[in-house]
Structures are given as C-alpha cells and as structure tokens.
Nanobody, 130 residues
Framework: QVQLVESGGGYVQAGGSLRLSCAAS??????????MAWFRQAPGKEREFVAT??????????VFADSVKGRFIMSRDNTKNTVYLHMHSLKPENTAVYYC???????????????????WGQGTQVTVSS
C-alpha cells in the first residue's frame, strides 16, 4: 500500500502562484519506481489530468495538460519521497481540488487517465479569485 498526502493548497488571486506538495509513504515502497501525477476536480466536473512524470528509472518524462503548459512545473525529490506541482499565473478556472496519484510503473509512456493510478491522496483545495 502507498499513502499519499497533499499539502500547499489555499486561496490566491489570479496571477499568483502556489506550490503543492505530495508526500508518499508505504511499506517496502521505493518512490523512484512510481509514476506520479496530478489531477484536479472542480465542482460538478470530472477529474481531469494536469501533469505526470514517469518513474525516475524510466527517465522521469514529464507531460502537462495543454491548459497548464508553460505555467505549471512538476518536480520530484526521491530523497524525500515527495512530488511537487509549482503553479504560476493562476487563473480562476484553475480552482479545484488537486489530487496526487501514484502508480508502480517502470514504463516510459506517460499515463493520462486517473484509473491508471491505483493510489491517490485526499486532495488539497486551490481557489483562485478573479
């Protein structure tokens, strides 16, 4: 089992920045073997892909949704079992609960859909005011 705990959400004005963190833990757990992703879900909408990075052993290939490309950065620190989502130039439409998700995978092909990730955290709320 893998436990994920997100933090860093909050309230920010449009144009501002936030950094989300996701700390992973588990028994016999090697963080570098896991593909990690961020998804988000706004009220009344389905969960949508934001960003993903493949496992470090497969090259750490990072991909972003078109809507956040150039504004969001995803990074991971394998020494801390933590992945980050750096969000810049935030817009009101970025308001959502952001979820960190994990999948044991050494593949090089990024995963874009939430059902490919068997582990996820409780989410952290991001609210962007206009």
């Amino acid at each position: 089992q893998v436990q994920l705990v997100e933090s860093g959400g909050g309230y920010v004005q449009a144009g501002g920045s936030l950094r989300l963190s996701c700390a992973a833990s588990g028994r016999t757990f090697t963080f570098s073997n896991y593909a990690m992703a961020w998804f988000r879900q706004a009220p009344g909408k389905e969960r949508e892909f934001v960003a993903t990075t493949t496992s470090s052993l497969s090259g750490g290939n990072t991909v972003f949704a078109d809507s956040v490309k150039g504004r969001f950065i995803m990074s991971r620190d394998n020494t801390k079992n933590t992945v980050y989502l750096h969000m810049h130039s935030l817009k009101p439409e970025n308001t959502a609960v952001y979820y960190c998700e994990a999948s044991f995978s050494r593949g090089t092909v990024p995963k874009y859909v939430t059902y490919e990730y068997p582990y996820w955290g409780q989410g952290t709320q991001v609210t962007v005011s206009s």
